[in-house]
């Protein structure tokens, strides 16, 4: 069983910067892929970025990139999501996923653990 914990959500305004957590706990996630995904109002969870086990091989949503950047710290157990240049646009939950190595990235329906979330609101 894996935990998943988000943090550094908050109240930022459009062109600020935030850089979301994932703190894993239970078990390692170093051979998992992890994703981060968005849910707006009254909407399914969106994707955002994925990156593979051991860092190599990154994706992200087609109008996110150059914008968003997943990255994570297997000593640490932690995946991050940075977040530039945010646009009022991009206010929603945030959620963290792990899933099995070779899974589609894209596909939320491939992750087994999620966290709970945490709030973006970015004003314009």
């Known amino acids: 069983q894996v935990q998943l914990v988000e943090s550094g959500g908050g109240l930022v305004q459009a062109g600020d910067s935030l850089r979301l957590s994932c703190k894993a706990s239970g078990r390692t996630i170093s051979s998992n892929t992890m994703g981060w995904f968005r849910q707006f109002p009254g909407k399914e969870r969106d994707f955002v970025a994925a990156?593979?086990?051991?860092?190599?091989?990154?994706y992200a949503a087609d109008s996110l990139k150059g914008r968003f950047t997943i990255s994570r710290d297997n000593a640490k157990n932690t995946v991050y999501l940075q977040m530039n240049s945010l646009k009022p646009e991009d206010t929603a939950v945030y959620y963290c996923?792990?899933?099995?190595?070779?899974?589609?990235?894209?596909?939320?329906?491939?992750?087994?653990?999620w966290g709970l979330g945490t709030q973006v609101t970015v004003s314009s």
């Open positions: 996923a792990s899933g099995p190595a070779g899974m589609i990235p894209g596909n939320q329906y491939h992750y087994a653990y």
């Open positions: 990156i593979s086990r051991y860092g190599s091989t990154t």
